[in-house]
């Protein structure tokens, strides 16, 4: 027990538990900032590494959309809107290892525990490799098979295949760029994730440019180029990551000794990745689904059309992303140094920017959606059809900056299994029912199968609402 007395008697004013931490200011970059600074610290590297990112596989598709002949063009657009897919399944597996470290991480910077900082990240790497090596086997045993499930076929399916086997020779390494930079974020470091990025970016879009539009040998490689471009950069950012891991900052640092598997503190990690995992795998098979319902349509080439306005809305996303990855942080770093009240605030606040500027794009996805489309695709009928599509999802950008923000705000509090639940509750019993119904049963077509999809969007951001203000993830374990 803790005796505090008051100082001019010797009679005990209140008798406390000797584990009743006080609250505890943060530490590190975030030390003696506001709250508004440390959310502007967190974000603003992370946004533009997200713009960097958006930036190169927007190029890829630009690549691909100008092929010739046409025809070619229109088969490699639908080749990456599908390997888009599987590649945003690896990159969620990768992601599941980053939200265990980073809660785990972020609890030992905020409790002012660096060598479990650093032993969550060794492990967290270790786990990196393991998960990264696994996921990129199967995806390329599978990989034409997955391409003829999404209702790809002739040369569509053949460059999709191709795209896939390619890149998933580099997953491994584009697992330790991904959680190696997590825990760099979750220590408070949002700048030096965000320089590696922005030279893996460039090297991929220099690359690809040169493996597709290069002189004999190294140029005219078409889609092979674009993945070859994305895999040499994944490479070069995983060891330009390991080697700011080694030399390491004020907080942590990665050490040889690390990197040797330690139960205890994996298992911590597994606890919490384990219900992302699952999440993300459900997540990502109901709107591979969606993929096939898509596909199924009697209008036949529609995959490059839905790709092109997800990837136009996703510009929308990115501050969303950027400030929910700020809202991760500091929610756990708030909960290491016991203070939940500033906790849920600076969730609260992340989430108000977010809901400010996503409904800024939402109104741009509904004046002028002709003309976000036309400026990145000369392909006809994706200038046909996306447009329709960015103007049904601009509604929703409100809600569906809610659910970015609190569902990455409870995960950074380590409740994955409750982010999960909804997840899954969400997507199969309002998405994958609501796209049917209103694409295939009412003939609506991709327009109505986007109507359900963005119908969803909204009780998702209610459904994360909701269990954000109840705040039992405030008291999560980790």
């Known amino acids: 027990m803790r005796r505090l007395t008051d100082p001019t008697s010797k009679t005990v004013a209140v008798t406390l538990p000797a584990d009743a931490a006080l609250p505890k200011a943060l530490g590190g970059k975030l030390a003696g900032l506001s709250l508004r600074r440390q959310v502007w610290v967190l974000a603003i590297w992370p946004l533009l590494e997200q713009v960097m990112a958006f930036t190169v596989g927007t190029v890829d598709m630009v690549l691909a959309a100008r092929l010739q002949p046409e025809a070619l063009a229109i088969a490699a657009n639908d080749a990456l809107g599908i390997a888009g897919y599987v590649g945003w399944l690896m990159g969620m597996m990768m992601g599941a290892v980053g939200v265990g470290a980073s809660a785990l991480v972020a609890r030992a910077i905020g409790g002012r525990h660096k060598r479990l900082a650093n032993a969550a990240m060794g492990q967290a790497i270790l786990l990196a490799l393991v998960v990264g090596f696994a996921i990129g086997l199967v995806v390329f045993v599978l990989a034409g098979g997955i391409a003829h499930l999404a209702g790809l076929t002739g040369q569509a399916l053949d460059l999709c295949r191709v795209y896939l086997r390619i890149i998933t020779i580099a997953a491994p390494m584009s697992a330790v760029l991904f959680v190696g930079g997590a825990c760099l974020r979750a220590s408070g470091d949002t700048r030096t994730p965000f320089g590696v990025v922005v030279v893996v970016n460039i090297v991929n879009i220099v690359a690809s440019l040169l493996f597709v539009y290069g002189p004999d040998p190294i140029g005219g490689h078409g889609v092979a180029g674009i993945a070859a471009g994305t895999a040499l950069a994944w490479v070069l950012g995983a060891v330009l990551t390991l080697g700011v891991l080694f030399r390491g900052n004020n907080l942590i640092k990665l050490r040889l000794a690390r990197l040797r598997p330690h139960w205890h503190t994996a298992k911590r990690i597994i606890r919490v990745s384990v219900p992302q995992v699952v999440e993300s795998v459900g997540i990502w098979g109901g709107n591979f689904l969606v993929l096939i319902i898509i596909g199924g349509l009697a209008q036949g080439g529609l995959q490059g059309s839905h790709m092109w306005a997800v990837r136009i809305e996703s510009a929308s996303f990115l501050s969303g992303f950027a400030l929910a990855g700020a809202a991760s942080i500091l929610v756990g770093q708030y909960l290491g140094a016991n203070d939940p009240v500033m906790a849920k605030r600076s969730a609260l606040y992340c989430c108000a920017i977010a809901v400010a500027v996503m409904s800024l794009s939402g109104l741009l996805f509904i004046w002028i959606p002709d003309v976000l489309i036309g400026a990145f695709t000369p392909v006809q009928l994706h200038r046909e ?65 986007w109507y359900g999809l963005c119908g969803e969007m909204a009780v998702r951001g209610l459904l994360y609402a909701a269990r954000f203000f109840q705040g039992g993830w405030l008291k999560t374990q980790v």
């Open 385 to 449: 059809v996306a447009p329709q599509l960015l103007w049904v999802c601009g509604w929703v950008q409100p809600l569906f900056a809610v659910a970015i923000v609190f569902s990455q705000a409870i995960k950074g509090a380590g409740d994955t299994r409750s982010t999960m639940v909804i997840g899954y509750a969400s997507l199969f019993l309002v998405r994958l029912p609501l796209a049917y119904l209103l694409g295939v049963t009412f003939e609506l077509g991709l327009v109505g199968v």
